[in-house]
């Protein structure tokens, strides 16, 4: 579980896989991690929308209640400006979201 992971900490994960232009495939995991947030999730979608060479992202916030429409929203956006991204896999369940950022997720 990850319980310090909060505002600070994925924003400088966000900026630091800007940087990484050659990756292709990334797995991420915070599941449970009660800090994340809809500002945390947007920061982290800013920078893997950076990554036009990313073909595969899998992302786990399942128990993340803080995530809501806003983070969703946020990670549509940047999720939807990778052209090479082929497979999208995101385990949202046991969150607390609405109707909007779930459209805009599936939109993708």
Same mark, same amino acid.
């Given at each position: &579980? =990850?319980?310090?992971?909060?505002?600070? !900490?994925?924003?400088?994960?966000? *900026?630091? $896989?800007? %940087? /990484?232009?050659?990756?292709?495939? #990334? +797995?991420?995991?915070? %599941?449970? =991690?009660?800090?994340?947030?809809? %500002? @945390? $999730? +947007?920061?982290?979608?800013?920078? /893997? !929308?950076?990554l036009q060479n990313l073909t595969t992202v899998?992302?786990?916030?399942?128990? =993340?209640?803080? #995530?809501?429409?806003?983070?969703? +929203?946020? /990670?549509? *956006?940047?999720?939807?400006? /990778? *052209?090479? $991204? +082929?497979? #999208?896999?995101?385990?949202?369940?046991?969150?607390? &979201? @609405?109707?909007?950022?779930? *459209?805009?997720v599936v939109e993708l």
């Amino acid at each position: &579980w =990850c319980v310090n992971i909060g505002d600070a !900490g994925l924003a400088a994960l966000g *900026q630091g $896989l800007g %940087a /990484l232009h050659s990756l292709a495939a #990334i +797995t991420l995991k915070f %599941a449970g =991690c009660s800090k994340v947030g809809d %500002a @945390e $999730l +947007t920061g982290l979608a800013r920078g /893997l !929308g950076e990554l036009q060479n990313l073909t595969t992202v899998t992302l786990d916030f399942e128990r =993340c209640d803080n #995530i809501g429409d806003t983070g969703l +929203t946020g /990670l549509a *956006q940047g999720l939807g400006a /990778l *052209q090479n $991204l +082929t497979t #999208i896999t995101l385990k949202l369940s046991s969150n607390s &979201w @609405e109707a909007n950022g779930r *459209q805009k997720v599936v939109e993708l």
